[in-house]
């Protein structure tokens, strides 16, 4: 049996005019010397043709490169046209064959050509002219035909994979997992899904664009790949969403272990354009047959791991258990209802006055945002800042309640003799986002107010989101002269570094501090100490959640000059802070407080 020839495989596509190199495989030599010797006399043919007698000669021949097309005489000895034909293009699958017949009928002819041949010729009745006519129209015909077939593979590929990334689809994927359940259910082996989403991709695309995205999932897409067996199935079932089908499983700890492997995978940080991007992801694993037999359910139920994963804080792997579909149908109608939050006016900005402790006047305010969800009533942002940051929300969110403030605080600044500003909490995603310094410039010129008179107060765990274009925007604001204020200080553990590479106006010493003072030993040296490194760094200082006497009389003898607390006011809606604020000083508030006490 002939065996396929690497050196034939690939025939150059070719002009019609160049030159030909045909391979004659005919065992009676006298028609092998007519056709040569014709072919060769064709003045504009330029054809080469080199005879051979069998096939165990063409098999030789075919070894060297070049050939354009094969003519094979039906008529050799101990193999019928069929058998020569199949062996022949065994050896050379790519090349044309054009089949010599001493009697085609129309029946032979159709037999032959399905069989393999692109044309037949009659022996003896064809003039050499007439067989280089029929040798280019068969090298047309089958260049022709492997553009079509190259074609109709990579429909087939783009149809089953990812076209950005290369791997499998969901069609791939979905219909691959059918497979493993069906031999699974046979063999009693066990499968896994897992669901993998990177933490916080939405806003890489959001603040750094879609070509920087699309390049971030290629790499994380080549280092998943990287980490399973070549009889799994890893596949992009959009956006920055991943999911594996794990076979063939020995042990129960196996997709745990494989989960744990694709997360040190991404821990390590990607550079696209000079940017560093941390692609941590939350996985959740289902697995057959406890959590689903079918392959829609145990996508649903890896989905729902997934989310319980990413609640808890990302950048690990959750099991699929019951209790988590009541969470899932909760977080999923937060969602639903958070896009339409805005459009139906159902968030609203409560105001908490900050006031200046040794005189008891309000010197600003804080913005603190709230959602009147109508199922459930007021919501406070805990409920719901978290699934706004997964899904991009925020952005938009947060350019509300900045623009907002900013309006609410023109009205109240001629109420008040002093200084005045207004504080508004921002996420690192807020600044990551290209156009962040852009929105406060308009938040600003809408309102009238001065750069001085607002505050972005940035929480200390986001420091950690905060680098690169962060810190150019930050840098930015700051030269503006708009205030940043470093928010929840002593419970993120910013590191003294990061208050030098960011320049804070102002530390608010989180209320998980105050809370304890003045009996808590603890709160009272953390308390101090913050005092005493903001007075070498040259920033305010406001400590938030003073709720009693003790606790602003304690911060006044420790030098602390600002707060804001339930002991002044709760947050309040903008009718009552204005009523707040037609008062010169809130001492006869505290003296109020301090009765009833």
Known sequence: MLQPMSASRDPVRRHPSADLRILLVEPDPREAERVATGAHALPSARC???????????????????????????????????????QLHACAPRLPIIAVES?????????VIAAGAHAVLICGEYSSRALVRT?????????????????????????THDPLTGIANRLLLEDRLEHALAGAHRSGETIAVLMLDLDGFKGINDDYGHATGDEVLRCVAGRLAKQVRQSDTIA????????????????????????RKLLAALSQPITVAGERFQTDASIGIAVQPRDG???????????????AAKREGGSQYRFHSPEMNASARERLRIEGRLAQGLARGEFLLLFQPQVDLSSRRVIGVE????????????????????????????????????QTACCEARRWREAVAGPFHIAVNVSARQIRRLGFERIVEEALAESGLTPAQLTLEISESALVDVEGTSLRTLGAL????????????GCGGTALADLKRLRFHELKIDGAFVAGLPDDPGDVTITSAILTLARGLGVDVVAEG????????????????????FLFAAPLPREAFATLLGTPTLEPWLEKARRTD
């Open 367 to 402: 913005a603190l945002l709230r959602w009147n969800d109508p199922l459930t009533g007021l919501r406070p942002p805990a409920a719901f800042l978290a699934v706004a940051e997964e899904t991009g929300q925020i952005a938009e969110i947060g350019a509300w309640v900045l």
């Open 135 to 159: 040798v280019r129209q068969a090298i047309e015909r089958a260049q022709i035909f492997e553009e079509l077939e190259a074609a109709r593979k990579a429909a087939r590929h783009l149809a």
């Open 478 to 489: 700051d030269e503006q002269g708009i205030r940043l204020s470093l928010d929840d200080f």
């Open 103 to 111: 009697d085609a009928g129309e029946e032979l002819e159709s037999t």
């Open 236 to 259: 992009r079932l959009g956006g920055d969403e991943f999911a594996l089908v794990l076979t063939n499983l020995q042990r129960e700890t196996d997709p745990a272990r494989v989960a």
């Open 293 to 307: 037999s079918e392959g829609g359910e145990l996508l649903r139920n890896a989905d729902l791991a997934m989310y």
């Open 546 to 565: 003073i709720e009693t006497q003790e606790q602003l009389t304690f911060l006044e003898a420790v030098g602390c000059t600002r707060g804001q607390g």
């Open 48 to 86: 080469r043709v080199r005879t051979v007698p069998d096939l165990v000669a063409a098999r030789v021949a075919l070894r060297e490169a070049g050939w354009d097309a094969v003519v094979l005489s039906l008529a050799l000895r101990d193999l019928s046209p069929l058998e020569a034909l199949a």
